[in-house]
């Protein structure tokens, strides 16, 4: 789908449109991406496709970074291995981190890109949803939210394994 099918700045329904329209947001970014989800079960995140948008924002410019809030990784880990080998190969432009118990009461979900276009899934058991496009005020909104969920942060995920 294109942005002409999908209104922006309406509410939208449907997990076909929520896809849609993280494609459209991650195209649409530059130099920053910032992901909240409970787990990547929802959004298309272990599909080929998304794969292939992440891997091609992270490999566009040097300088940019995708930070992702996950508030159980469990699914990224085991269900999305073209991501998790993303974050072996760009581990220095990408981080994945995981929750405390206190973040894990927020069940919406948002992407933003460059603080200037988002997507919010308004609760993660219904496929409602809104995006837009240039929107400064409100990304700065969900920034702030994004920072406050960093400070709930229990570790970041390794992808590598150390030992003895």
């Known amino acids: 789908m294109s942005e002409t099918e999908l209104a922006p700045n309406t509410i939208i329904l449907g997990e076909r449109n929520y896809e849609a329209a993280l494609d459209i947001v991650i195209a649409?970014?530059?130099s920053e991406l910032l992901i909240f989800d409970q787990n990547f079960e929802h959004g298309d995140y272990a599909s080929a496709k998304r794969f292939e948008q992440l891997f091609e924002f992270l490999s566009k410019d040097n300088l940019s970074k995708l930070t992702i809030i996950l508030q159980n990784t469990e699914h990224f880990i085991q269900h999305c291995p073209r991501?998790?080998?993303?974050?072996?190969?760009?581990?220095?432009?990408?981080v994945v981190y995981e929750t405390n118990d206190t973040a894990k009461v927020a069940k919406d979900c948002f992407v933003i890109a460059d603080k200037q276009h988002y997507v919010r899934r308004f609760h993660i058991d219904q496929a409602r949803f809104k995006y837009a496009l240039n929107d400064v005020e409100e990304c700065a909104n969900l920034s702030m939210r994004f920072d406050e969920l960093l400070d709930e942060i229990t570790e970041a995920v390794s992808?590598?394994?150390?030992?003895?």
Not at 84 to 94: A, I, P, Q, V
Not at 159 to 164: D, P, R, S, Y
């Open 83 to 94: 991501l998790f080998e993303l974050l072996k190969n760009y581990g220095h432009k990408m």
């Open 28 to 30: 649409h970014a530059e």
């Open 159 to 164: 992808a590598t394994k150390l030992g003895l």
